[in-house]
């Protein structure tokens, strides 16, 4: 495999995550790979990171942990700040899975999205863990 400037937030217990994992390992690609559970990005990190989506930093957010609710994170008035605030504490809250590579920047789920972010040529198909098969179109990010 090659190491590639690939870095991926992962969660190992969420399918999306672990079959965004394969999908760049498929590719022949390594990514390095950041347990956000265990290591969580600081505020700075999450700020970049969602500029280089392209998103708000709202769109980060995982709207279907319990803590979401209980913590009023709905609330569209609630700032940046707040937000970042509740993630810090709550790293559960930010989604996943989060592929940063030299083609961009994307929350990746469905897990085909990651396609676009792999600086490689078309892949053959795959097979998820559900058994949904992924056809590579060979369009990537900055790429015709």
């Known amino acids: 495999m090659t190491t590639a400037e690939i870095t991926l937030f992962h969660n190992p217990r969420c399918s999306n995550s672990r079959n965004v994992l394969a999908l760049i390992r498929h590719a022949g690609l390594e990514p390095r790979i950041v347990e956000y559970l ?46 970042l605030d509740a993630v810090e504490q709550h790293p559960v809250l930010l989604n996943r899975p989060l592929v ?31 058994g949904q098969v992924v056809m590579d179109s060979g369009q990537r990010r900055g790429r015709g």
């Open 100 to 130: 940063v590579s030299p083609l961009g920047t994307a929350l990746c789920r469905p897990p085909e999205r990651v396609l676009a972010l792999l600086p490689v040529g078309p892949l053959p198909p795959f097979t998820l863990e559900n």
């Open 38 to 83: 265990q290591t969580p990005p600081s505020r700075e990190q999450l700020r970049a990171l969602a500029a280089a989506t392209g998103e708000p930093l709202r769109a980060l957010l995982r709207d279907k942990e319990a803590v979401f609710a209980e913590l009023g994170l709905a609330d569209a008035s609630l700032s940046d700040d707040a937000l």
